[in-house]
């Protein structure tokens, strides 16, 4: 599953649409949709999708043997 594909998923799991989504990270449905399309996401974008979906965002390398950095 791609980011965009997760973001769409985190949609449906809170119950918003994408155009309400955009409005509460500050931009347009428009500018998402085409991140969307792209998968473009910074780490402070998804960071900040987390926030609006009302949960976090956790980024980490998980190596072979479990370790996570």
Known sequence: MNISEQIRALCIRVNISMAE????????PQNLNGKMKRGSFTIT??????????????????????EKI
């Not at 989504?21 to 347009?28: E, I, P």
């Not at 974008?45 to 949960?55: N, P, S």
């Open 21 to 28: 989504l955009a409005r509460r990270v500050g931009t347009t």
């Open 45 to 66: 974008d998804l960071e900040e999708i987390a926030k609006a979906a009302g949960g976090s965002f956790e980024r980490k390398f998980i190596l072979e043997n479990g």
